[in-house]
């Protein structure tokens, strides 16, 4: 909107970068531009103003598929008006001279142009189309016919309009009709979901089952080892009593032979004691065989005297002594 001051019964108005002023002065062409400032009297002035940036509608609207299905479509077309004047003389862009408001409503007149112009291409589209094949190719479809509409149709360009761009947001089906859509690639998911989760616990089962396998052969292993090592130590306790009882016999044997050696030695030093003994008892019995009677009394005595404890004092009475002498004296007598 222009911005208009007053000044003593005069006006000045400032526009934007963005807009075209037309001013009319008693019906001639006093000002056509943009980013105009110019001095007026509103008595004499007809003041119009059109927009040339370029303006965004949204649109939505139903239309049926031909499996009569409603759905929902959804599109932004960009415009912009390249002819200022054109559209100055076909649409009312008068401004009010003190306000510098729009005195009609000139861009709802061409929302409406362009949304039933656009509306009517889509409904054509879809209505040869089915809803599956709205919902797969129905943006791309759309899009290229309402943008082919919209530049073939011959009021655009007479009014001045020229079309930028056509975006189709969306087509979409009731909210029934899209939940029972959604139901089947849904319930695929859900497959698809338990499907992996079942594959998901066999494999966890899988899993603890070979682990209980290793653990079980692990155990059978050891066992078996343990097996091993008891036969092995039982062998090898056998072989230590074997070896332990060989050498105790070893060692009875030697013993026994240096028993018998010893005994041998005994019995033969014995014998030759005993020999010896003999023939020492021999030549003394020869040797007293060959002596007299006193002497071998004599001998006895000495023998006695040996043999007999110790005598401190000994007493011989007259009687004893004259009797030995006695016999002393026969050395002839046989008897002792």
């Given at each position: 909107?222009?911005?208009?001051?007053?000044?003593?019964?005069?006006?000045?108005?400032?526009?934007?970068?963005?807009?075209h002023?037309?001013?009319?002065?008693?019906?001639?062409?006093?000002?056509?531009?943009?980013?105009?400032?110019?001095?007026?009297?509103?008595?004499?002035?007809?003041?119009?103003?059109?927009?040339?940036?370029?303006?965004?509608?949204?649109?939505?609207?139903?239309?049926?598929?031909?499996?009569?299905?409603?759905?929902?479509?959804?599109?932004?077309?960009?415009?912009?008006?390249?002819?200022?004047?054109?559209?100055?003389?076909?649409?009312?862009?008068?401004?009010?001279?003190?306000?510098?408001a729009?005195?009609g409503?000139?861009?709802?007149?061409?929302?409406?142009?362009?949304?039933?112009?656009?509306?009517?291409?889509?409904?054509?589209?879809?209505?040869?189309?089915?809803?599956?094949?709205?919902?797969?190719?129905?943006?791309?479809?759309?899009?290229?016919?309402?943008?082919?509409?919209?530049?073939?149709?011959?009021?655009?360009?007479?009014?001045?309009?020229?079309?930028v761009?056509?975006?189709?947001?969306?087509?979409?089906?009731?909210?029934?009709?899209?939940?029972?859509?959604?139901?089947?690639?849904?319930?695929?998911?859900?497959?698809?979901?338990?499907?992996?989760?079942?594959?998901?616990?066999?494999?966890?089962?899988?899993?603890?089952?070979?682990?209980?396998?290793?653990e079980?052969?692990?155990?059978?292993?050891?066992?078996?080892?343990?097996e091993?090592?008891?036969?092995?130590?039982?062998?090898?306790?056998?072989?230590?009593?074997?070896?332990?009882?060989?050498?105790?016999?070893?060692?009875?044997?030697?013993?026994?032979?240096?028993?018998?050696?010893?005994?041998?030695?005994?019995?033969?030093?014995?014998?030759?004691?005993?020999?010896?003994r003999?023939?020492?008892?021999?030549?003394?019995?020869?040797?007293?065989?060959?002596?007299?009677?006193?002497?071998?009394?004599?001998?006895?005595?000495?023998?006695?005297?040996?043999?007999?404890?110790?005598?401190?004092?000994?007493?011989?009475?007259?009687?004893?002594?004259?009797?030995?002498?006695?016999?002393?004296?026969?050395?002839?007598?046989?008897?002792?």
């Amino acid at each position: 909107m222009a911005d208009i001051t007053r000044r003593l019964g005069w006006r000045h108005l400032r526009s934007a970068p963005t807009s075209h002023i037309r001013h009319h002065k008693q019906g001639q062409l006093a000002h056509d531009g943009t980013g105009l400032s110019f001095w007026f009297r509103p008595l004499t002035a007809a003041l119009s103003e059109v927009p040339v940036n370029d303006r965004e509608l949204a649109m939505a609207f139903h239309a049926r598929t031909s499996d009569f299905q409603d759905v929902t479509l959804q599109a932004t077309v960009t415009y912009r008006i390249s002819e200022p004047a054109t559209a100055a003389a076909r649409l009312d862009f008068s401004v009010d001279p003190d306000t510098g408001a729009w005195r009609g409503a000139p861009l709802e007149q061409l929302a409406t142009l362009l949304t039933e112009t656009a509306q009517q291409h889509a409904l054509d589209v879809l209505a040869r189309t089915s809803l599956a094949s709205a919902l797969v190719d129905g943006v791309s479809a759309v899009r290229d016919r309402i943008t082919s509409g919209l530049t073939a149709e011959p009021r655009l360009p007479a009014t001045g309009i020229e079309v930028v761009a056509v975006r189709v947001v969306a087509v979409r089906p009731e909210a029934e009709v899209e939940r029972a859509l959604r139901t089947p690639a849904r319930e695929q998911i859900q497959q698809e979901a338990d499907r992996a989760t079942y594959e998901r616990r066999a494999v966890a089962v899988q899993r603890e089952r070979t682990i209980a396998e290793n653990e079980l052969a692990s155990k059978i292993e050891l066992a078996r080892q343990e097996e091993q090592l008891v036969d092995q130590n039982g062998i090898n306790a056998r072989r230590e009593a074997e070896e332990n009882a060989a050498a105790d016999g070893v060692r009875a044997e030697a013993e026994a032979a240096r028993t018998v050696r010893l005994a041998r030695a005994e019995a033969e030093a014995a014998r030759e004691v005993g020999e010896a003994r003999a023939q020492a008892q021999a030549a003394w019995l020869r040797v007293h065989g060959d002596a007299d009677t006193a002497t071998l009394h004599a001998l006895a005595a000495g023998r006695l005297a040996e043999n007999l404890p110790r005598i401190d004092s000994l007493t011989l009475s007259p009687d004893v002594l004259t009797g030995l002498l006695a016999k002393l004296a026969r050395p002839g007598d046989g008897t002792s």
